[in-house]
């Protein structure tokens, strides 16, 4: 007999997250080929771009051209990050199955990253939720430098889990706790997640972690021993927030997947195929991904060699 695997929902943010801080702007028939690649893997979840100042983000300014052209794989949904609601109607025009909404917990980073104050980007998110109260989009919220800001250090966790609480007024039953520069460890991951947990027990609350410091991985342990079952990862490990110092990649999908599997859990995402999209993914960028399992090969390949 075997046991049923717990799964843990994944969300693909390479074509967001990671493409928005490469200095080469990456084609949009390439970025619709690669989505359309990523589609086959069975993500629960792909960040497709993002509908924000075409200014701000050169790199993902084609975002409606490839919420157009992509193939939708029904069961995956297709997400955008809209910081406005200008952003938003855009989106929704789009057809995005989901908004992504972001807000940062740290003042100094909410205006770097949004032109703005935390309450004036609530303002917004109202706004936001009546535009989409008539559609078949569903919200998330994200709350950036949820474990620590480098323009503000400490973030209390009082103020993040304030923050949950503002968006679980607004109707949003979904919502990811980013640490944006990896400054998260896996104790004080286990704690924020747990307080966020017992605090709101009808928000899914997920995990969206960069490896700044080597501890991505670490903090996705320490997260599932307190039940978080969702989490962003990025492909080949890139990404970054242009708008905060020192940023750099997300946990790569490809470890996390590998670890994952190993402990037993199902992602739904198949490694080895996955892996075998890291080339084009390289080409498209120009340079050498991240990440160990890409370059290692998974336990299992070896095992079989
Ligand atoms: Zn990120």
């Given at each position: 007999m075997t046991a049923t695997r717990k799964r843990i929902e994944l969300t693909e943010v390479v074509m967001r997250d990671g493409l928005q801080i490469e200095p080469a702007i990456v084609p949009t028939d390439t970025k619709v080929a690669l989505i359309d690649q990523l589609s086959e893997q069975g993500y629960a979840r792909i960040e497709v771009s993002s509908f924000v100042s075409a200014s701000a983000v050169p790199a993902l300014a084609d975002a409606a051209e490839v919420f157009a052209r992509i193939r939708r794989r029904p069961g995956t949904v297709y997400s955008a990050l809209v910081m406005t609601p200008r952003g938003a109607a855009r989106a929704l025009a789009a057809q995005a199955d989901e908004l992504s909404l972001v807000v940062s917990a740290s003042e100094a980073h909410n205006r770097a990253n949004a032109g703005r104050d935390i309450d004036t980007s609530f303002d917004g998110f109202a706004e936001i939720a009546l535009l989409a109260r008539d559609t078949p989009a569903t919200l998330c919220g994200a709350i950036a430098m949820s474990f620590g800001c480098p323009l503000e250090g400490d973030i209390p966790f009082e103020r993040v889990l304030g923050l949950v609480g503002r968006y679980a007024n607004l109707g949003v039953r979904s919502v990811s706790l980013a640490d944006t520069t990896g400054m998260g460890y896996p104790t004080q991951i286990a704690a924020l997640c747990e307080a966020a947990l017992r605090r709101f027990p009808d928000v899914r609350i997920g995990l969206h972690l960069h490896d700044t410091r080597g501890l991505g991985l670490a903090n996705v342990h320490a997260a599932l021993g307190v039940g978080i079952e969702r989490f962003d990862a990025s492909l080949g490990g890139l990404g970054g927030c242009p708008f905060a110092p020192g940023a750099s990649g997300n946990i790569c999908t490809e470890d996390l997947v590998h670890m994952l599997e190993l402990m037993g859990?199902?992602?739904?995402?198949d490694l080895d195929t996955l892996i075998a999209l890291r080339p084009a993914l390289e080409n498209a960028v120009g340079h050498a991904l991240h990440g160990h399992v890409g370059r290692a090969g998974p336990c299992h390949r070896l095992a079989r060699a």
């Open positions: 859990y199902d992602t739904g995402v």
